[in-house]
């Protein structure tokens, strides 16, 4: 076999490293989201890879992945929203700036 | 696909970095396809790029304020910090996953002709409870995105007037208007 499963697993992971970095480390809270998007692709990645390798007769793995799809769409949008409604409130996007549960 | 992936973590710029991840989510399509899976493939397609970006986009285009943000003490230290733990995670997972003795199976992964029919039937079967839930969760966040992101309704601020207009002009007003003529 050509390309194997290992590569996808290394991509998956770098992909997830590079998405949980950005979650920490960005003050704008939209490219928080980014970086949600992000880490939720490198679980799709990994699924994907397995559903193909480790279980190709039935491919549950994509039926997963389509409802990870789904969930990220709907998380992409509420979030948003909320983003939208802080900004409304607070006049900013700075990821510091948020300290209203601070104690 | 990991340069891009880096580049929307760590552009300045953020519409850059919305645009670099479009192209993070066309080249994991394009992976898909390697894989095996063109309904997902379709799906990722649609989904990320036609939807998810644009409304990053669009977020993006609502919250658009140049702010120069104001400097926290010992954040290079938390960046370092944090590049270090992250680095050591993929490493972590790397060794995890070059150690592994995956079992790999033996069947050819091109046996199903049409990927469609098998997704549609695993739908339909055994994950159907799921399906319908997801449907109902889909609903749920609609409604909700729609409450938060609204504006807030002002009805005071038409209780002075003697004559209610006629105009189809929602009885609400945005915020700011009234926080600036304060």
């Known amino acids: 076999m050509d390309i194997q499963l290992e590569y996808f697993l290394i991509l998956a992971a770098a992909l997830f490293c590079i998405g949980i970095f950005g979650l920490v480390t960005s003050r704008n809270a939209v490219r928080v989201l980014m970086s949600i998007e992000l880490l939720l692709n490198a679980v799709n990645l990994n699924l994907m890879g397995f559903s193909n390798y480790l279980d190709p007769g039935e491919i549950k793995g994509q039926v997963f992945a389509v409802f990870v799809i789904t969930i990220a769409a709907a998380e992409a949008a509420v979030g948003l929203a909320i983003i939208l409604a802080i900004y409304r409130n607070r006049d900013t996007i700075d990821m510091e700036r948020f300290n209203l549960l601070k104690w | ?182």
């Open chain 2, 1 to 182: 696909m990991i340069g891009t992936a880096l580049g929307v973590v760590l552009l300045d710029k953020i519409v850059y970095s919305a645009f670099l991840l479009a192209g993070v989510f066309l080249s994991i399509s394009g992976l898909y396809i390697l894989l095996n899976a063109d309904f997902v493939a379709a799906a990722q397609i649609l989904v990320y790029v036609g939807a998810v970006n644009v409304l990053i986009l669009f977020a993006i285009m609502l919250v658009n304020k140049t702010e120069n943000f104001q400097e926290v003490k010992g954040r290079w230290i938390r960046q370092i910090a944090t590049a270090l733990v992250c680095f050591g995670l993929f490493a972590l997972l790397a060794t995890m996953v070059l150690v592994t003795p995956w079992q790999l199976s033996v069947i050819s992964p091109a046996i199903i002709e049409n990927t469609i029919v098998t997704i549609g039937k695993h739908f339909f079967s055994d994950y159907l409870l799921p399906f319908e839930v997801l449907s109902v969760l889909l609903l749920m966040a609609m409604v909700g995105a729609i409450i938060l992101a609204r504006r807030d309704l002002i009805p005071t601020a038409q209780k002075t007037r003697e004559i209610y207009t006629t105009s189809l002009t929602l009885p609400e007003k945005p915020r700011d208007l009234i926080s600036s003529g304060k």
